[in-house]
């Protein structure tokens, strides 16, 4: 536990390096050019403002305040990532990186990875290298995700995939999914026979196809895999056990 000293002189740092780094453009009430929030994607422009402040907070930590310093956080304890908010709300300050990097695998990762995950995602993730696409619903496997059929199947080092994932938030500007696949389809329960994975979006087999909706948005995706690859290093838990892992990724929810 922080002793209230020690808090009031981070609040006072603090407050100084807020005064001096956070652009005018990332607080409430600036008109934005164009992105406001980044989520990790190379794809999207940002402003220079907000890009500014992506660089600022991730240097500092406070993208993910409460990772370990090595992961690319602050190492905020539970005394101290109060302030940090409190402080961001006083200046109308606007997060400086949001989406599913920082908010759900990372996380997940952070908890269930390896060392090795963890060194090599975590860091990138903190400062916004990189957007996350969720590849859960399936056609057929929707609101029963157990029923989902998309294969990985063993091939040497790597996981050779095949299959379709649908409803895919912003795959279109993703350079990552990580994604629920079956990897033994002889499972005795559909539950069981389902593995975690991470993969890259930018490979030959995969196509992504954005859905309009009624209201001409195309922020959801089709993702198809056909022999698209991943190395079996980027497996997630246990070989058969991602029933678990996607619990657990959907509790930082």
């Not at 009031?8 to 008109?31: M, Q, S």
């Not at 090795?116 to 696409?133: C, F, N, T």
């Not at 029923?147 to 995939?161: P, S």
Request: proline share 7%; aromatic share 8%; charged share 25%.
């Amino acid at each position: 536990m922080t002793d209230s000293n020690a808090v009031a002189e981070f609040r006072r740092e603090l407050r100084d390096w807020l005064a001096e780094n956070c652009p005018p453009g990332v607080r409430d009430g600036a008109e934005p050019t164009v992105e406001t929030t980044p989520w990790g994607s190379s794809t999207i422009p940002l402003d220079s403002d907000s890009r500014l402040w992506l660089e600022r907070m991730a240097q500092r930590g406070f993208t993910v305040p409460t990772w370990p310093v090595k992961y690319g956080g602050a190492g905020l304890d539970r005394d101290l990532y109060p302030v940090l908010i409190e402080e961001l709300k006083r200046i109308n300050a606007r997060t400086p990186l949001t989406g599913r990097g920082v908010n759900y695998i990372g996380p997940t990762i952070l908890e269930l990875g390896t060392d090795e995950q963890k060194a090599k995602w975590l860091p990138g993730i903190a400062r916004g290298e990189g957007g996350w696409a969720m590849g859960y619903s399936e056609p057929g496997a929707g609101s029963d995700l157990a029923n989902l059929r998309t294969r990985a199947e063993i091939d040497g080092d790597d996981f050779v995939i095949n299959g379709q994932k649908i409803w895919t938030t912003m795959a279109h500007d993703a350079t990552h999914i990580f994604m629920l696949v079956r990897t033994d389809p002889d499972a005795p329960k559909k539950q069981q026979g389902i593995s975690f994975i991470l993969a890259p979006m930018d490979q030959p087999g995969v196509e992504v196809r954005t859905i309009r909706t009624l209201a001409g948005e195309t922020e959801f995706c089709e993702v198809f895999f056909d022999d698209a690859r991943t190395p079996r290093a980027n497996l997630v838990g246990e070989l058969n056990k991602g029933w678990t892992m996607a619990k657990a990724l959907l509790s930082f929810e």
